[in-house]
């Protein structure tokens, strides 16, 4: 809307900094900016309306046909020049086609021959690894056995001991067979529990018997 305004301002005495001639005019650009929004609407254009630019139907028609055409042209131009670069890049590279399809299916083969020795190394390491595992498992079901044949032996012996225990023990419990016997004997020798004992298990007090 508004003008820039240039103005050339000359310096009136020599300056003393290095590098800068003594008359080194400076240019002074003063650009207006925009009104701030709180300022209203001139008093000029309080009542303003912009009316509509006239258009004539018969040149907007023209225009419209005219600018169809322009960019059909334009169209078949630019997809013209399109396809000859595209027929003129075919053409150059055509005769580095079968150099390119050699040299990618050598490098094909040589990926098919390295995925085929990767392959082949991979099965081997899981061979080995599975006779390993094969021979750990066996180990560790031998040494379960073993160890559960220990624990029955174990089970077996203290049952025997158990058992011969039990049959000494037996001898002299008190039967049908004996118990007059056992009557006589306890009461030919009465037996006096009625004492106290210290640390050691002596005998330090005992009652007499009252039987």
Do not use: W
Not at 1 to 18: A, H, T, W
Not at 53 to 74: C, G, M, S, V, W
Not at 145 to 163: A, G, K, P, T, Y
Request: with cysteine; proline share 6%.
């Amino acid at each position: 809307m508004f003008p820039r305004v240039q103005g050339v301002l000359c310096r009136l005495r020599p300056v003393q900094s290095p590098g800068i001639p003594a008359a080194a005019p400076v240019v002074l650009q003063f650009v207006r900016g925009r009104k701030p929004r709180h300022v209203p609407r001139a008093p000029s254009k309080a009542n303003y309306v912009r009316k509509l630019t006239p258009i004539d139907p018969e040149e907007h028609t023209y225009l419209k046909t005219a600018y169809n055409t322009y960019r059909t042209q334009f169209r078949a131009v630019r997809n013209m020049f399109l396809e000859e670069y595209l027929a003129r890049k075919r053409q150059e590279e055509g005769a580095d086609t079968a150099k390119r399809e050699k040299e990618e299916d050598e490098e094909h083969f040589k990926l098919m021959e390295l995925n085929r020795r990767e392959n082949e190394r991979m099965h081997q390491e899981r061979l080995v690894r599975e006779q390993r595992e094969a021979l750990e498992r066996e180990q560790a079901d031998l040494e379960m056995s073993i160890q559960n044949e220990q624990r029955e032996q174990e089970i077996v012996e203290q049952m025997d001991e158990l058992v011969r225990r039990e049959k000494e023990a037996s001898k002299h419990f008190i039967t049908l067979d004996n118990i007059e016997e056992a009557i006589e004997t306890a009461l030919s020798d009465p037996k006096n529990y009625n004492f106290a004992v210290d640390r050691d298990g002596k005998i330090v007090q005992k009652t007499p018997f009252a039987g």
